[in-house]
């Protein structure tokens, strides 16, 4: 019975798991090497059949891509990749020969010319021939309808000079490049991931801050070996919208309005005036119902017109309305033409009289000298 009681309890989630002998404590899985893959690595020999992708590219890039094209050649030949570019067709190919050993790299050749279709520089787009790095890109174009909003949105990926999109590089060490109706994304896989939900959270309405905060706070609780086997929901921010009923709704606007009625008494200011919406009277019969368009053709009379008719007076109307549209615009171009109104330059006769208003308003506005009466002392 003790033996029994001894025996630790199993849930029942975990009653098929076995011990695994091989992985013991010393085993590192986080920086397991990744060895590449060689020719002698390759057993079976040259390809049986050939392996080839194609992809379209934008009208702009066509410049770009013939600068850069030798560049692309070198670096997929080292790997025993031949690649194609057709101006005439605007299209990117690559394709195996009997030189390739790797059978995945015909894939990486692949995403290359995807990356480098969508806008990314050859420079950064080489970097997918490594193991560890993968590529990723997200499509946003038909997440939102009106093009206002999927364009602030997709700034604010971006964010004020580039911020937001900086901190999400150096916290997930991928590049990020913001084109058009894609986002390219390249890096490790775990980190592909992690983009991915902040831009298609970003094109949902949830801000990349929130995300962002969450992954610096992953990553200050991976430096602590002590809660390396814990669950860190504690520690993260649990952001939730929050949907505000009607009747919360309406105790909000009633606080607003209070206060600003409190506002304007402190600055001594009228109340405002509140509209009152005088009630419409109550008849259960029906408004009238408004005339057919035929119905207004019958009583002007243009129904019994003939087609012919019809088409005279139309082109009679819109002459009309072209001659005085065209005689508004006359008018408005004259004005611009018009002389302003001169004054004449005044006559000796007339700077004379301005000069006697101007010196008999001056004597009358100068102050009179009051006289000081002198007083004589009489003598005794």
């Known amino acids: 019975m003790a033996a029994q009681a001894e025996e630790p309890i199993r849930k029942a989630s975990k009653t098929h798991r076995k011990e695994k002998p091989w992985d013991t404590d010393d085993v590192d899985h986080v920086s397991w090497k990744i060895?590449?893959?060689?020719?002698?690595?390759?057993?079976?020999?040259?390809?049986?059949?050939?392996?080839?992708?194609?992809?379209?590219?934008?009208?702009?890039?066509?410049?770009?891509?013939?600068?850069?094209?030798?560049?692309?050649?070198?670096?997929?030949?080292?790997?025993?990749?031949?690649?194609?570019?057709?101006?005439?067709?605007?299209?990117?190919?690559?394709?195996?020969?009997?030189?390739?050993?790797?059978?995945?790299?015909?894939?990486?050749?692949r995403d290359i010319i995807k990356l480098l279709a969508r806008g990314v520089a050859v420079t950064q787009a080489a970097r997918v021939l490594q193991d560890d790095i993968a590529c990723d890109i997200i499509k946003i174009g038909n997440l939102v309808r009106n093009k206002e909003r999927f364009v602030k949105r997709r700034q604010r990926i971006i964010g004020p000079d580039g911020s937001t999109l900086k901190a999400i590089e150096l916290l997930t060490q991928c590049y990020v490049l913001v084109q058009g109706n894609t986002v390219s994304v390249m890096g490790p896989h775990k980190s592909l991931k992690e983009v991915r939900r902040?831009?298609?959270?970003?094109?949902?309405?949830?801000?990349?801050?929130?995300?962002?905060?969450?992954?610096?706070?992953?990553?200050?609780?991976?430096?602590?070996?002590?809660?390396?086997?814990?669950?860190?929901?504690?520690?993260?921010?649990?952001?939730?919208?929050?949907?505000?009923k009607t009747s919360e709704k309406t105790v909000r606007k009633n606080e607003k309005l209070a206060t600003k009625e409190v506002a304007r008494k402190e600055a001594g200011l009228e109340p405002a005036k509140k509209d009152k919406h005088t009630k419409k009277v109550y008849t259960p019969f029906p408004p009238p119902q408004q005339p057919r368009k035929v119905d207004l053709q019958l009583e002007s009379g243009e129904y019994f017109l003939k087609p012919r008719?019809?088409?005279?007076?139309?082109?009679?109307?819109?002459?009309?309305?072209?001659?005085?549209?065209?005689?508004?615009?006359?008018?408005?171009?004259?004005?611009?033409?018009?002389?302003?109104?001169?004054?004449?330059?005044?006559?000796?006769?007339?700077?004379?009289?301005?000069?006697?208003?101007?010196?008999?308003?001056?004597?009358?506005?100068?102050?009179?000298?009051?006289?000081?009466?002198?007083?004589?002392?009489?003598?005794?």
């Open 35 to 109: 060895d590449p893959f060689l020719p002698e690595d390759n057993k079976g020999g040259v390809f049986t059949e050939e392996s080839s992708f194609a992809t379209l590219f934008p009208k702009y890039r066509e410049k770009y891509l013939r600068e850069v094209w030798s560049a692309v050649t070198r670096t997929l030949e080292s790997h025993g990749i031949a690649c194609t570019l057709d101006l005439m067709h605007g299209s990117m190919s690559v394709r195996t020969t009997r030189k390739t050993y790797d059978p995945y790299i015909v894939l990486k050749a």
């Open 198 to 244: 902040i831009v298609l959270d970003c094109m949902r309405n949830i801000h990349p801050i929130y995300r962002i905060k969450e992954l610096m706070i992953r990553r200050e609780l991976a430096k602590d070996p002590k809660l390396a086997n814990e669950i860190w929901d504690r520690f993260l921010p649990q952001f939730r919208k929050r949907h505000l």
């Open 309 to 380: 008719e019809k088409q005279a007076r139309e082109e009679e109307q819109r002459r009309q309305k072209q001659a005085e549209a065209m005689s508004k615009r006359r008018a408005e171009r004259a004005e611009a033409f018009v002389a302003p109104v001169e004054e004449a330059a005044p006559t000796v006769e007339e700077k004379r009289k301005r000069q006697r208003h101007a010196e008999t308003d001056g004597d009358m506005d100068r102050p009179k000298k009051k006289t000081s009466k002198v007083r004589f002392s009489e003598t005794s």
